[in-house]
């Protein structure tokens, strides 16, 4: 399709392609000094102790669970709405995932309420995802968790760049995960980060990031190391340098890209009112700063989705949806959440929901050009 407007766009340019260049020249390619940089540098923008890099961010959230003590028998509160990557890193380990509801359609995250009555004696641990950036009630949550000695995950894929009371969005709870997946706002094609500030889980989780090795390959040819022990059952899950100098490039303009997404958003905000008041948009008011890293509208009610998706698509304007809820999918069937916890609100926001491009290089034309198409495909 010849998408006159996409849903996202990465920005690259020649800066990416030298970064690349200078690594393959240097003809060491797996982990070592440049992702030791990215690693450092990621963790000074988050405001972390520890940051370690991974292939991508499911195994991050694998890596967070094990390193927090996740395993069979284990529960852990999760949202429905949110990546399957979220839900499926809980299985991974054994453990069952039990899904909780979200705020409103104003506040597409996780309600405290919601989790609050997910608990079981069975619970070990929260993992919360920063929708589109913005934040969940972390203050709420992490009082709560604490309370109750449960681990708190942050998946923050969504949310590179946001912050919550001047503190990284990924900081708060005990480990926080990051997606680097080519839609994300920074971008390696593949990628991922785990921050935290645990020396003992930063320790676990660069074990079992390296097959359970107490050596690296770089360590040994440095001369630090001539052998290792295998000291857990460990994986691959290991990035490489070149995406490692594709990430400390991007990272380098997350702050700049993050506000053009800003711009867009309340150039979006402006438009939606005046041309389309019966489009509810979420987050219109919100904690912290916003990564921006997704625009979603709601449609009213009993506006059929399918339809309006269709006629963005006749405007050449790609659309798409954020998410179709977990506990619905086939492969979550055998958990029967409708035992569980009925989620009234994920059921009701889920139908309604449509994500329209957002970008940095988005311009306000361009955003007059989406409002516009929005207004014609919901006649
Ligand atoms: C993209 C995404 C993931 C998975 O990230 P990968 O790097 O593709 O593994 C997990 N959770 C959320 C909310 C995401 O948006």
Not at 110 to 137: F, N, P, Q, W
Request: glycine letters at 8%; hydrophobic letters at 40%; a negative charge.
């Amino acid at each position: 399709m010849d998408w006159l407007i996409p849903l996202g766009d990465v920005d690259f340019g020649v800066e990416e392609e030298t970064a690349v260049l200078e690594v393959l020249r240097s003809r060491w390619l797996t982990m070592g000094a440049v992702t030791q940089s990215f690693e450092s540098e990621f963790a000074a923008m988050v405001g972390s102790r520890h940051a370690i890099a991974v292939n991508n961010a499911t195994a991050a959230l694998h890596l967070a669970c094990l390193a927090c003590g996740i395993g069979p028998g284990d529960e852990v509160i999760v949202p429905s709405l949110t990546f399957v990557a979220t839900a499926n890193a809980i299985r991974y380990t054994g453990a069952t995932p039990v899904f909780a509801d979200i705020v409103s359609e104003h506040d597409l995250t996780v309600s405290v309420d919601s989790i609050e009555k997910c608990l079981t004696e069975k619970t070990r641990a929260i993992i919360v995802m920063h929708y589109g950036g913005y934040a969940c009630d972390m203050q709420a949550i992490m009082a709560f968790a604490n309370q109750h000695g449960l681990a708190v995950i942050e998946d923050a894929a969504h949310s590179a760049g946001s912050t919550l009371e001047g503190r990284g969005l990924g900081s708060w709870g005990r480990v926080g995960c990051y997606s680097f997946f080519s839609n994300k706002n920074m971008t390696t094609g593949e990628g991922g980060m785990l921050v935290t500030d645990d020396d003992a889980t930063a320790d676990k989780l660069r074990n079992l990031r390296s097959h359970g090795m107490t050596a690296m390959t770089w360590e040994r040819h440095k001369g630090h190391a001539w052998s290792y022990d295998v000291t857990a059952l460990g994986y691959n899950y290991r990035i490489d340098e070149i995406h490692s100098a594709i990430g400390r490039v991007q990272l380098g303009k997350l702050s700049f890209n993050n506000g053009r997404r800003a711009q867009a958003v309340a150039r979006y905000h402006e438009l939606l009112q005046e041309l389309t008041p019966s489009v509810t948009v979420p987050f219109q008011s919100h904690r912290g700063v916003s990564s921006y890293h997704i625009f979603p509208i709601l449609l009213p009610k009993g506006k059929d989705r399918q339809a309006f998706m269709e006629g963005m698509k006749s405007h050449r304007i790609q659309t798409s949806i954020h998410y179709p809820p977990i506990h619905r999918f086939s492969a979550y069937a055998s958990l029967n959440q409708s035992a569980r916890m009925p989620l009234p609100i994920t059921e009701e926001v889920v139908g309604r929901e449509v994500t329209l491009p957002l970008y940095p290089g988005l311009s306000d034309d361009d955003v007059l050009t989406v409002v516009q198409a929005v207004r014609e495909s919901m006649n």
